[in-house]
């Protein structure tokens, strides 16, 4: 079975940019989770899309948001970006709420 | 509220040694547990999990045991390669067994030749 894939795997933009990651789940997963990376932070959890219906949210400014396509596939999307949220995004999907399975992540780069 | 404390890091060690990574989480309820390893530049992949009190889950010579007593997940290793130079993970769902995953904050382990 196919693993979690994201793209883009890096990505550099500018202040005030907007940015949309994409996900793709291990098929037959309907869950996906997106946390956000940081050396400073840790691993933090953003939100979780499970059939098109956002479940959990995380402490986030709605800055960043998301959605789930019928497919499970996933988007992030960060509007106005600023310094801060250079990270690396990491998806994972799962069946219900089970174990997590992670894809390889996407490096944002905010200049 | 729900956390995971692990131990802090870097731990190194030499080739064949015998590892320990102390993790202990508070959280209601009794959720499932997790370690996660991330290697340079990936993503995070599952190493073992328990669900339940008592459960030791193991894998690649790595095992932890739920100890609901002492709410805590230690992993180990009885030697430790070059190839398990990496960061290690604790997690757990939350209470109530919600989709969103806790971490630690991520113990790094250096092992030498």
């Known amino acids: 079975k196919a693993g979690v894939t994201q793209t883009p795997r890096y990505l550099i933009k500018t202040r005030g940019q907007q940015v949309t990651l994409s996900c793709s789940p291990i098929s037959g997963h309907r869950s996906v989770s997106w946390y956000q990376q940081t050396p400073g932070q840790g691993l933090q959890f953003l939100f979780e899309y499970f059939s098109e219906t956002q479940r959990n949210k995380g402490n986030f400014p709605g800055r960043f948001s998301g959605r789930q396509f019928s497919n499970s596939r996933s988007e992030m999307n960060v509007s106005t970006l600023e310094l801060g949220d250079s990270a690396l995004y990491l998806c994972?999907?799962?069946?219900?709420?089970?174990?997590?399975?992670f894809g390889p992540g996407t490096r944002l780069l905010v200049l | 509220g729900d956390s995971v404390t692990q131990m802090e890091g870097p731990v190194t060690l030499s080739e064949e040694a015998f590892l320990t990574i102390n993790c202990t989480y508070t959280?209601?309820?009794?959720?499932?547990l997790f370690w996660y390893v991330q290697y340079p530049g990936e993503g995070l992949q599952l190493l073992l999990k328990?669900?339940?009190?008592?459960d030791k889950g193991s894998n690649k010579g790595f095992e932890a045991t739920y100890r609901k007593e002492t709410t805590s997940f230690h992993l180990e290793k009885g030697s430790v390669q070059v190839s398990d130079s990496a960061v290690y993970f604790c997690a757990h769902h939350g209470s109530g067994n919600t989709g969103k995953l806790i971490f630690g904050q991520g113990t790094t382990l250096q092992v030498k030749p």
């Open positions: 959280a209601t309820g009794y959720p499932s």
């Open positions: 328990a669900t339940k009190a008592d």
């Open positions: 994972a999907s799962s069946s219900r709420k089970e174990t997590q399975y």
